[in-house]
């Protein structure tokens, strides 16, 4: 099976291409927007997300039942001369969907907007340590270890329907 580092999904919007580009065993996102694009136009949104919000560092965090989804702010840059100029960029809401809004640039050159890597946080409120993970043919993911968190996340009807008063082992 041919295997790939980047595939494009092509021009998304009008003068914006998305491309997925293979990052260690994670998938960016990368949007390219050409010249005198509109940014304004990337809108994305979610199947089975409650709700969406922002951090005091400007990720975005996303909430589902099964517990939040947290993107990396995202970065972006332009090169102009050959330099390589960051550019002023964070995610902006609406409603269920996300896009973003991006500081001043050279609207004569492509600008990159990098959502980084998206991951995801599995834990409590207080302290929970991570003992073994492994994933399945399938792709799923399994993590062991133990917790004192009363927040720790769980699936309704397990083994165990309470905390108990000390550490409990999560799975």
Not at 10 to 15: A, E, F, L, Q, T
Not at 124 to 141: E, K, L, P
């Amino acid at each position: 099976v041919s295997t790939y580092n980047v595939i494009t999904f092509g021009k998304v919007w009008d003068g914006i291409t998305l491309n997925l580009s293979a990052h260690g065993n994670n998938v960016e996102k990368i949007f390219i927007i050409s010249p005198h694009s509109d940014v304004s136009q990337i809108r994305l949104g979610f199947d089975g997300v409650d709700s969406l919000s922002l951090d005091q560092s400007k990720r975005l965090l996303l909430y589902a039942k099964e517990g939040p989804l947290i993107f990396d702010s995202p970065i972006a840059y332009q090169y102009v001369d050959g330099k390589k100029i960051i550019i002023p960029v964070q995610y902006k809401l609406f409603g269920l969907e996300y896009g973003f809004s991006v500081g001043q640039y050279d609207k004569n050159h492509e600008l990159v907007i990098d959502p980084i890597i998206q991951s995801t946080y599995l834990g409590g409120t207080v302290s929970d340590i991570g003992r073994a993970i492994a994933i399945d043919s399938s792709g799923n993911v399994y993590v062991a270890g133990e917790t004192v968190s009363a927040a720790y996340p769980g699936v309704s009807g397990g083994a165990q329907s309470t905390k108990s008063t000390g550490t409990d082992i999560a799975i």
